[in-house]
């Protein structure tokens, strides 16, 4: 199975969504778009099952750090909801890195609006979330969130691009303190800081292995 075209369709289907949000149909469309969705639904739910591959490493398992400067969709965890490029019902960010800070870019559709003509706070809060992921594999770290304290300074803009960039600011042993910026046309729309817990990654995969 090829994973572009797997994306492909996601990319698809993910636009479907913000088009059907942001426009109105008849009740007729709407009877027809029903009646072809779910025979669409009914092809896959009768497809073979998948299950998400677990990867016997931490080398294979923690998030692609791509080349300086090189922007890319998530590749490894493809499903991934913010920077998947298989997920239907994802972000579908792109993603890139200068130096050790991370950096991930999106425009938000009609879909993840919250207030009119405002992205949803929680929809920011996880690009943020996982732009910090993207700056543990940076340090080669495996770790999950503790604390993610979020300040919101303007409206977040739907369909414009917006960049969340985060660093590590320091570590105090297993603690580890990040820090993010989210900028949309060069206004900074949200900061934030959180506290991240090192785990060790060979025992964390194994435990997975002895639980799949």
């Known amino acids: 199975m090829?994973?572009?075209l797997r994306a492909d369709v996601a990319g698809v289907?993910?636009?479907l969504g913000h088009e059907f949000v942001a426009h109105e149909l008849s009740d007729e469309q709407f009877a027809r778009f029903a009646e072809h969705l779910?025979?669409?639904r009914d092809i896959v739910a009768g497809s073979p099952p998948r299950t998400r591959a677990m990867a016997s490493s931490f080398e294979d398992f923690k998030m692609a750090i791509p080349e300086e400067g090189r922007h890319v969709r998530h590749q490894l965890f493809a499903d991934s909801i913010v920077s998947g490029n298989a997920n239907p019902m994802g972000l579908g960010a792109t993603l890139w890195r200068q130096g050790e800070t991370a950096f991930m870019e999106v425009s938000l559709g009609k879909a993840f609006e919250g207030a009119p003509g405002r992205s949803h706070g929680g929809?920011?809060?996880a690009?943020?979330?996982?732009t910090m992921g993207l700056v543990?594999?940076?340090?080669?770290?495996l770790a999950f969130t503790g604390r993610l304290d979020i300040s919101y300074h303007a409206p977040t803009p739907i369909d414009t691009p917006i960049v969340a960039r985060a660093w590590l600011d320091h570590r105090d042993g297993r603690k580890l303190r990040l820090v993010s910026s989210v900028t949309a046309n060069?206004?900074?729309v949200a900061s934030a800081k959180a506290l991240f817990i090192a785990v060790d990654p060979e025992r964390f995969l194994a435990r997975h292995a002895l639980e799949s």
Not at 127 to 130: K, M, Q, R, T, V
Not at 136 to 141: E, F, G, Q, T
């Open 38 to 40: 779910a025979a669409l």
């Open 186 to 188: 060069d206004v900074e």
């Open 127 to 130: 690009l943020i979330d996982e």
């Open 2 to 4: 090829s994973d572009d």
């Open 136 to 141: 543990l594999a940076l340090h080669d770290l």
């Open 13 to 15: 289907m993910r636009e």
């Open 123 to 125: 929809i920011v809060a």
